[in-house]
């Protein structure tokens, strides 16, 4: 019984400390990965994810903009 708990808390631990965007936002295109040039539009956040990383575990922010993943994919 102990061995489950304290499986189940560091799986909880785990998901807690990672980021919303990279887990849940699924794969990172090119265009998500490459910081504009200058002249180029900026690329828009998620806000959706921004907010669930603040709010859960901030650090998890700094994952997703190395990543990435916290940006929209490119407009059609």
Do not use: H, N
């Not at 990172?28 to 921004?50: H, I, N």
């Not at 603040?54 to 998890?60: K, N, Q, R, T, Y």
Request: charged share 20%; aromatic share 8%; glycine share 10%.
């Amino acid at each position: 019984m102990k061995k489950l708990v304290k499986s189940v808390s560091i799986g909880l631990l785990i998901v807690s400390m990672s980021s919303c965007a990279t887990i849940f936002g699924g794969p990172v295109s090119e265009y998500q990965r490459t910081k504009p040039a200058d002249g180029e539009p900026q690329r828009e956040v998620r806000v959706g994810a921004l907010i669930a990383d603040i709010i859960l575990f901030w650090p998890g922010a700094i994952v997703d903009f190395a990543t990435g993943a916290i940006y929209k994919p490119e407009g059609k």
